[in-house]
């Protein structure tokens, strides 16, 4: 067994837990026990210190090779849960109704977000939503064409996800207000297409800064992240200026005010790469930078993610300290791509030959591998669907307690949420596939007895462009 020190990506979080006396106040390193691995990557040291409270228990993470936590740590466990459903927030709260002339935009406005989608104490408060574009003109027609193509939602702008930050009670239990950055994962056919521009980009094409010209990620998630349409008032800024410039407040505000902070960034499938994409972009851009003493940690929670750079991406990423932990179904394939035959698995001379060719990617951070057989809960067989699908990936979290032991519900979290958007869970459980309905399919009875959509209400409560303009001023990016 090898002993090594880690700075768990979630550790900020554990704050709130007293587990021993009280009274311990000074800071330690994580000490960390494991299965030996074949990598090199982790029998280093990461010397990295958290300062923890409460806390002096041995974690056990995994190996970059197995995967596995053995056994788990049940704090672990019901951050990953939390930081999961705020990802699958973001498929709950996305117009994809053909039907609704705001198809693309957010269902419910960010005062009421978690409460809208039942997530009452969640402890966080949306502060910005983001939006994404595309201009391209490589895209065919039928890929961005709508019902009602002269409504008020332009068809080819979606909302992508969030900005949220810890109330102050929330943050009084975690030591540190948390800044969260919820992308949302692969919906509309204008993205899939999105996803199938799988060649390797210099990130410097796209003015995001960067030391090293060679640092590359895929075009497609390039794409998503900066492109912007200044004809509508939502994508005015790019996706990733929309970003960058509420991060900028964010961080001055409660950095002006003293307090400690995290930056937490979730998403699943293609909201888990550019979850790393912009981890990455934040912490090049010094963003994180309290002063030049202190650095705010920032920590991934990637679901289901894809492989996203190269390798001297994942090297940049890992220089600047961003603590990466990928969760995913085994039998998923999602994972698998891009770089299916060259990758991290491929030998060091391979390595260093392909990596100046369009094609070679590498996964980044420590990974935790499930396997969905283990549940009996859950079909033999699925489709490739079912095994990316974000709720059955929660649900094996809450049962896993490592490597060869027992699959059992350890927060009881209730199994009819996997049937939620999929026909996964056995019959005999009785829940029907695909229950997650909108009543009346969001129709509703006006005063003239007509059955109508609704006008939305509320979304541009967060739209502030003329400050997203002056803090992109600061940075030298307007």
């Not at 704090?75 to 994809?96: H, P, T």
């Not at 939006?131 to 080819?156: E, R």
């Amino acid at each position: 067994m090898a002993t090594f020190n880690i700075n768990l990506p979630f550790s900020h979080h554990l704050q709130n837990q007293s587990l021993i006396n009280t009274k311990i106040k000074n800071s330690f390193r994580w000490r960390v026990t494991c299965a030996p691995s074949r990598t090199s990557t982790v029998s280093k040291q990461i010397e990295n210190t958290i300062p923890i409270r409460h806390n002096l228990r041995k974690i056990k993470v995994p190996d970059s090779r197995s995967g596995m936590l053995d056994p788990i740590d049940p704090l672990l466990r019901s951050e990953l849960i939390r930081y999961g459903e705020m990802a699958q927030s973001c498929y709950e709260a996305f117009d994809n109704d053909p039907y609704s002339k705001y198809c693309g935009s957010c269902k419910v406005p960010p005062k009421t977000f978690f409460q809208d989608l039942g997530m009452d104490s969640s402890g966080y408060e949306i502060t910005s939503y983001i939006y994404s574009s595309n201009t391209s003109n490589l895209i065919p027609k039928f890929f961005i064409k709508s019902i009602k193509s002269d409504g008020p939602w332009n068809p080819m702008v979606n909302w992508m996800g969030y900005v949220a930050v810890s109330n102050d009670e929330t943050t009084a239990r975690l030591g540190r207000r948390d800044i969260v950055i919820a992308w949302r994962g692969t919906v509309t056919k204008l993205e899939w297409m999105e996803d199938l521009i799988n060649f390797l980009k210099p990130v410097s094409a796209q003015n995001l800064a960067s030391k090293d010209p060679n640092i590359k990620v895929m075009a497609g998630f390039l794409h998503i992240y900066t492109d912007k349409d200044q004809r509508c008032l939502y994508s005015k800024f790019s996706a990733r200026e929309q970003l960058l410039a509420e991060v900028t407040r964010l961080t001055r505000k409660y950095g002006q005010k003293g307090e400690k902070m995290s930056i937490t960034i979730t998403g699943h499938s293609l909201g888990s790469a550019l979850a790393i994409l912009s981890a990455y972009d934040i912490a090049e851009s010094d963003l994180n930078k309290v002063d030049k003493m202190q650095k705010t940690p920032i920590s991934v929670m990637s679901f289901s993610g894809p492989r996203v750079g190269n390798i001297r991406f994942k090297k940049r990423v890992e220089e600047l300290g961003i603590k990466v932990l990928r969760v995913f179904n085994i039998h998923d394939q999602v994972p698998n791509v891009p770089g299916v035959l060259l990758n991290e698995h491929t030998s060091a001379l391979v390595q260093r030959i392909a990596d100046w060719t369009t094609f070679f990617y590498s996964h980044i951070g420590e990974e935790l591998g499930l396997d969905h057989t283990r549940s009996s809960f859950v079909k033999e067989k699925l489709d490739l669907a079912s095994m990316h699908n974000l709720e059955l990936l929660l649900h094996l979290l809450d049962g896993y307690h490592g490597k060869g032991k027992e699959f059992g519900l350890a927060s009881g979290r209730d199994i009819a949420l996997v049937n939620k958007d999929g026909d996964i869970l056995k019959h005999e459980y009785l829940i029907p596939p695909n229950w997650l309905q909108v009543e009346n399919k969001g129709l509703r009875k006006n005063p003239n007895g007509e059955w109508k959509l609704p006008e939305q209400k509320g979304i541009e409560d967060h739209l502030q462009p003329q400050q997203v303009e002056l803090h992109l001023r600061k940075l030298g990016l307007a």
